[in-house]
């Protein structure tokens, strides 16, 4: 659950150090009343609080700009959208209505405690107008949403594209706790706009996954269900919408009639499962028959977002394969780092690849030196990180076919954990894979790209990633002069670890 509207305002109150007789005088409120919002003691009632949120966020947005703390506060909040270069203080001033608006609403109550995740107080009803929409997804959804474990599960027949060009739709999820439960979310793709989408519609959906890491997205083609128009929370509610011209919901009504959703269930559910899948959550890669496979093609493109598994020494290989019998770990884990250096050094001596790393998540490597294999968690140690960078020098030497790219703090990045999605490709097959320290039981690591369109989109995205100025190439002779030329320095943040 998302912080109280009191312990948001507080934080925000130590963060710029506002006094509480200039937030009162803003706002026209006694200081009295500011004291007891913060102490969590008293809450502002519904008529008010809108207006009272849009004045403290402007109020906190001109002192965060007056101070210089607009990445501070990014940092602080936990806030992974990139500090824009224009208009900052109307993005400060937005991001914190939203943190004020999710902390009153989500943690006020509108439902009984003493209800079962079947028994639901909000009646059926319709809702029209899209302000309303939102809000009525936002605050009175979200905490059904939020009342149901182990497991919740969505399924939603419109098409996720356009979607992401509301921005505003999948905003209830901010207001979900998405960390300790298992989420699955089905939802459509139209494949037309998949093929008519650019980049830019790409990387949104890249970010979207991303961003909503702990979320399990099943994604199908929607051709048997696209003009359905179903929201279900399966064993909750259904929601059935019309929509505008722009493709926004602008009539929804709201339904928890328990046998008319079970019926909407049956329906929907076959529908989807039925449907081709394009992007599929799983559990694991089976390592020894797969990879093989992947790395059987002679063009790679790989984005790694955690760690560096490639070119390892020798002795990393037998270290990891003495800490998977520790573990018990499979056999299939143990046969396949037995043959993935083999296979890597086969493929690696002649064909293209293009690895592109952000430089953060790079920096953390070196600092930390963890790699994941399968369900191995490996953590390499400074003098196994240094013969590694040695042994990708000597690689791009004799393979000048070898691109490394590095990703500056694009758009003003600045959290290491941005990006908690890597991608693996060969053209043919692909897969996004999470940061599995990141994760826990609940939540699945690999996506598996199931249609050779969706691949194509992002080898694309990634193709241009390539082109852009905020990712510069480097040669072996530029990584080993940086390397020559910062050895002690990288030696200190290694032991630093």
């Known amino acids: 659950m998302q912080n109280k509207f009191g312990d948001m305002l507080k934080k925000l109150i130590q963060f710029t150090n506002i006094k509480l007789n200039v937030i009162a005088y803003h706002i026209g409120y006694d200081i009295s009343y500011i004291s007891k919002w913060a102490n969590n003691t008293s809450q502002p009632t519904k008529k008010h609080i809108e207006r009272i949120n849009d004045t403290l966020s402007s109020i906190f947005a001109e002192e965060i700009i007056h101070k210089d703390y607009a990445y501070l506060f990014l940092k602080e909040f936990n806030i992974h959208e990139p500090l824009p270069t224009k208009d900052i203080q109307r993005f400060l001033h937005t991001q914190i209505n939203n943190l004020l608006n999710n902390a009153y609403y989500c943690s006020h109550e509108n439902f009984s405690h003493s209800q079962s995740n079947n028994d639901i107080i909000l009646n059926s009803t319709t809702i029209v107008g899209r302000t309303n929409i939102y809000e009525f997804f936002c605050h009175k959804l979200a905490p059904i949403i939020n009342k149901i474990t182990p497991k919740l599960e969505i399924f939603i027949t419109m098409d996720i594209l356009t979607l992401l060009q509301q921005k505003k739709f999948f905003s209830f999820l901010d207001c979900c706790n998405l960390t300790d439960r298992q989420i699955d979310i089905h939802i459509g793709c139209n494949l037309s706009t998949l093929a008519n989408s650019n980049e830019k519609l790409i990387y949104s959906l890249y970010k979207f996954l991303n961003k ?286």
Not at 216 to 241: G, H, M, P, R, T
Not at 279 to 294: A, D, G, V, W
Not at 301 to 314: A, D, R, V
């Open 212 to 497: 909503y890491f702990y979320v399990n997205f099943y994604i199908y083609e929607d051709k048997f269900f696209n003009n359905s128009n179903i929201f279900l929370v399966k064993n909750a509610f259904a929601i059935q919408y019309s929509l505008h011209l722009d493709k926004s919901i602008d009539i929804c009504t709201f339904i928890n009639n328990e046998k008319i959703i079970n019926e909407i269930q049956k329906r929907i559910s076959d529908t989807f499962f039925n449907s081709p899948i394009i992007l599929q959550p799983k559990k694991e890669i089976i390592l020894n028959s797969f990879h093989p496979f992947f790395y059987l093609n002679k063009n790679f493109t790989i984005f790694i977002t955690n760690g560096f598994e490639f070119f390892l020494p020798k002795k990393s290989y037998l270290k990891m394969i003495d800490l998977c019998k520790q573990q018990n770990l499979t056999d299939e884990t143990i046969a396949s780092l037995k043959n993935l250096q083999i296979m890597w050094e086969e493929q690696f001596e002649k064909n293209p690849i293009s690895f592109i790393l952000p430089e953060l998540n790079l920096m953390d490597y070196i600092q930390k030196g963890k790699v994941i294999f399968g369900d191995l968690k490996y953590q390499t140690t400074p003098q196994e990180r240094e013969e590694q960078l040695s042994y990708l020098i000597q690689s791009m030497y004799k393979n000048p076919l070898i691109d490394i790219y590095l990703m500056s703090q694009q758009e003003n990045v600045n959290d290491i954990n941005y990006y908690k999605l890597s991608y693996y490709s060969n053209q043919k097959i692909a897969y996004f894979k999470k940061n599995k320290y990141l994760l826990n039981k609940y939540h699945l690591p690999i996506y598996f790209l199931k249609n050779s369109l969706l691949i194509q989109k992002f080898d694309m995205l990634f193709s241009k990633f390539k082109q852009t100025n905020f990712v510069h190439k480097y040669t072996a002779e530029k990584i080993e002069n940086l390397y020559l030329a910062n050895k002690s320095l990288l030696h200190r943040i290694m032991e630093n670890k």
